[in-house]
């Protein structure tokens, strides 16, 4: 089984107040059977916003390295068999970690804020060789639009021997010029987990 949100969190107002537990059931009768609600929680405080709130949210991203991807979880993963050094990008991986501009690690965007500056508070990649994937895994105070995707398409070309780890450090830097890119597919993207303040929990 795939889970390709894990921790994606939502809120609303109600003006009937219903218990979390029967409120769960009403809804997932209505939602689609790849949606369900897993909780039900009441807002400590009224003006909770699942995004603004947020200090910290991780996202995984998955690379099906076998010749033939399984029907199964074609949906949630990037299918790559093609030949990648896979011990250059866990090592060019953690060089990410730390406050940076990353504006070459997103998608031009004239309508989002000018400020790229974000801080990644760990950034790593593994091969299961079990599973045939390799697995990127980043915990970061916030992401810019498609940086993850930017992100695995530079360790990709890492991989391929087209980018040094002086490549990744430099699109870091910023006014580097470097354009972003290039963008991973979207399959293999998924959120695991956004943290709140204990206050809020």
């Known amino acids: ?10 809120a609303f107002d109600l003006e009937n107040p219903i218990p979390c537990g029967s409120l769960r059931k009403a809804v997932n009768r209505w939602l689609p059977r790849d949606i369900r609600v897993l909780e039900f929680r009441e807002a400590v405080v009224e003006t909770f916003h699942p995004r603004y709130d947020a200090i910290a949210k991780t996202y995984e ?26 011990e250059l ?25 000018d400020n790229k500056v974000r801080e990644i508070f ?3 990649g ?13 915990r970061g105070s916030g992401f810019l639009k498609h940086m993850v995707r930017n992100i695995i398409g530079v360790l990709l070309q890492v991989g391929q021997g087209n980018v040094t780890n002086e490549g990744v ?8 010029g470097i354009p972003a890119g290039p963008r991973a ?6 959120l695991v987990s956004v943290e709140y303040p204990k206050e809020l929990e």
């Open 169 to 176: 450090v430099a699109r870091l830097r910023p006014g580097c």
């Open 185 to 190: 597919a979207p399959q293999g993207l998924s």
């Open 61 to 86: 991203y998955r690379i099906y390295r076998g010749e033939v991807c399984p029907p199964i979880l074609h949906r949630y993963v990037y299918h790559h068999p093609f030949p990648l050094n896979e």
């Open 1 to 10: 089984m795939c889970i390709r949100d894990r921790g994606q969190v939502v």
């Open 89 to 113: 990008m866990n090592a060019a991986a953690p060089l990410l970690v730390g406050e940076h501009d990353f504006r070459a690690y997103a998608a031009t965007n004239p309508q989002a804020s």
């Open 126 to 138: 593994e091969s299961r060789r079990d599973r045939d994937e390799w697995v990127y895994r980043v």
């Open 122 to 124: 760990s950034s790593a």
